[in-house]
Structures are given as C-alpha cells and as structure tokens.
C-alpha cells in the first residue's frame, strides 16, 4: 500500500518542500522532481529517521535543486513583460507586448506580438498560452495521422492535455482511440516532438511497453533511445 504526504524540512538554512511516499519498500530514497524533493521509505522508518537522512543529504538535495530550478528557468523563463522569452518549437521568441483593443497574438522567427487590452504579467502569460495551446491544436492532429499511415493505421480522435507527468497518453478500443498530448509539447524541438506522437501512435499497436512495441517505435523513429533521453532532461517544462 502506498501511502502519500506533503511535507517541508530546513536544509542549510532553506525550507524545502518534499513529498512523502511510505511504501513497502526497504530502504530511503530521494530524487528531485516538481522542484521539491520526493523521498521513499519503508512504512516502519520513523518521520525523525527521515528528517536526519535528508540532513545527512542536504547538500546534495541543494545543488540538485538548484540544477532543476535552472534547467526550469532555462525551458521556462516566465518573464512575462516586453522583452521576456517564450520557448517555442526549441527556440527563444522574444515578447514584443504592446496594449490594443483587439487581441493580435503573432509570430515571425525572432518576436511573438502579443497586443491585449491593459498587458499584465498574467494577462500576458495568458495570452501566451492561449497562442501556444492554438499552435499545438493546429499542428499536432495533422503529425498524428501521418504517422498513422505510416503503420497503415486509422487515425485516433487527438487531444491537447495538461498533464504535469506525461507528454502523452494513448487510449485504444475497438472503434475508438484517442491520442492525448501535452500542449507543451510545441515547446520542444519539433523532432521531439514527433518523437512523442511515433512513442503514442505506436501504442495503438501495442498497448504496453514490450520489445514488440520498441521494434515499432524503432521503426518509425529510429533514435528513440537518445530522444528518450532529452526529454528526461525537458521534464521540468511540465513539472509543476
Ligand atoms: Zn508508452
């Protein structure tokens, strides 16, 4: 049985949140994720055993977290003014917000135009979403049914979602199958990107993740294994 809490603990001087997962398990483990810590122990180990492994860690908690939180800046800046940078298809376009009744919201290489009445920061990221998740409506459908055909596979209904774990999500039953995909994902360098939609387009064939599924996958994406990789490290684009 799994058992999880929030919970926060000082390390060198700074409060660190931290997530408490009891499981049967026989020892205590951490990993940095949702910038926070993630820490797994045994039902049986007491919160004060707990609290000294983490002190006994604090340093290396620190400096991973400070790794993550640039890594999220990096992919992530949320610098919501004139000025500030929005990933977009693996590129940085520059914010070039002005005020305007009507709503502009365009793009060329370099600059994202963003005109809304009164621009505030969460106005602005508002409106950027709004663009991104259009961006994604706009181009994902289209990358699913052509690598659909070529399995000689029916496309499935697709969907934008906003999961913080998963780029995507496959569903298949007979006569109706539907492809979720994180709206994020227009964020990623497009053969990533594609990467994911070749990942969840093979599901469709094998609803599990058995060497009959990776020959599919490598059939369709032959890098999967170092494209495995670079998303590991775009994680915390949907970390919470
Ligand atoms: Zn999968």
């Known amino acids: 049985m799994r ?15 931290y997530r408490l997962i009891r499981s049967r398990r026989r020892s205590i483990g951490i990993e940095i994720a949702y910038g926070g810590a993630v820490v797994r122990a045994p039902h049986w180990v007491r919160v004060g055993d707990i609290h000294s492994f983490l002190l006994e ?36 376009l520059r914010l070039s917000v002005f005020s305007s009744r009507t709503r502009v919201a365009d793009n060329d290489l370099f600059d994202l135009r963003i005109g809304i009445p009164k621009p505030t920061p969460p106005r602005i990221r508002d409106a950027v979403e709004e663009w991104l998740k259009n961006g994604a409506d706009a181009s994902f459908p289209e990358r699913v049914v052509q690598c659909c055909a070529r399995l000689g596979l029916a496309a499935p209904a697709v969907r934008l979602s906003n999961s ?40 469709l064939r094998e609803m599990n993740h058995s060497p009959r599924f990776w020959t599919t996958v490598a059939g369709l994406y032959p890098t999967y294994r170092d494209a495995e990789k670079r998303l590991r490290e775009m994680a915390p684009l949907i970390e919470p």
């Open 3 to 17: 058992e999880v809490s929030e919970r926060e603990i000082t390390l060198e001087g700074e409060a660190v949140a």
């Open 164 to 203: 913080r774990t998963q780029w995507g999500s496959c569903e298949h039953h007979a006569g109706r199958s539907l492809i979720r995909l994180q709206w994020r994902l227009i964020q990623l360098p497009p053969e990533l990107a594609d990467y994911i939609i070749a990942h969840e387009v093979s599901h």
């Open 57 to 92: 860690n604090a340093n290396w908690i620190r400096r991973k977290l400070e790794t993550w939180r640039a890594a999220r800046a990096q992919v992530r800046p949320e610098d919501w003014r004139d000025g500030g940078f929005v990933r977009y298809e693996g590129q940085d």
